[in-house]
């Protein structure tokens, strides 16, 4: 069964410093893996996707994510924070057709 | 602004009521989903419409039942709610008929609130 553990529900960065956020998966077969970002009061958002092409993925905002099956790690990535990167994110995992499972969330704090 | 839209945006009921929560898919796009988020539970998948044949079905309750009609909109119906059914209730389109590479479309979600 694919699952996805997402590792601190809440993360602080300075502004200007790098983005970590950190996502492992299990997964039977190899996997689609995905990045949705959440701003407050909104619908979830599409940061990016890993369908089995390239393993490192450059999304939308100037984030990335590197997928690596030795650590099955799909951990999501930003050189610099800006202060509009505060929201919530979501690491999900599919591994058969229409059926997609999230994390339980990382929320994203900026420090000033 | 995704495209997806969903009415209403608030929803205050009582326990034991039934309710019909509506999506509007992009233009164009045959799919819709059906997402519930709760705190304790997390964003789960709950069903998936194809065209308007039900695709997939995700942890979605029996007290739950969804449709989707020929304009491709569709409609969550929840019944004898409880309090636990409190929670943001998420649509989502995607052209096709829901390939993993697909991207979902979100919309703005509909709160649920049951006292």
């Known amino acids: 069964a694919q699952s996805v553990t997402q590792l601190g529900s809440h993360v602080s960065v300075s502004e200007g410093a790098l983005v970590l956020l950190r996502c492992n998966y299990s997964?039977?077969?190899?996997?689609?893996l995905f990045w949705y970002v959440q701003y407050p009061n909104q619908g979830l958002q599409l940061l990016l996707k890993y369908t089995s092409a390239a393993t490192l993925v450059k999304g939308i905002n100037g984030f990335e994510a590197e997928f690596k099956k030795s650590e099955t790690s799909f951990h999501l990535t930003k050189p610099s924070a800006h202060m509009s990167d505060a929201a919530e994110y979501f690491c999900?995992?599919?591994?058969?057709?229409?059926?997609?499972?999230f994390g339980k969330g990382t929320r994203l704090h900026i420090l000033p | 602004d995704s495209g997806v839209t969903q009415t209403p945006k608030h929803l205050i009921t009582a326990t034991g009521q039934r309710v019909t929560l509506r999506c509007s898919p992009r233009?164009?796009?045959?799919?819709v989903y059906w997402y519930q988020q709760s705190l304790d539970q997390g964003l789960q998948f709950l069903i998936q419409?194809?065209?308007?044949?039900?695709?997939a079905k995700g942890n979605i309750l029996e007290r739950f039942s969804a449709q989707q009609f020929p304009d491709l909109h569709s409609e969550l119906n929840l019944s004898s709610l409880e309090l636990g059914d409190s929670a943001l209730y998420f649509c989502?389109?995607?052209?096709?008929?829901?390939?993993?590479?697909?991207?979902?479309?979100f919309g703005p979600g509909t709160r649920l609130t049951v006292l």
């Open positions: 997964s039977s077969v190899p996997p689609y």
């Open positions: 999900a995992v599919s591994d058969l057709p229409d059926k997609i499972i």
């Open positions: 233009s164009g796009d045959l799919s």
């Open positions: 419409y194809y065209n308007g044949e039900e695709r």
């Open positions: 989502a389109s995607s052209p096709l008929a829901g390939a993993p590479t697909d991207t979902q479309y």
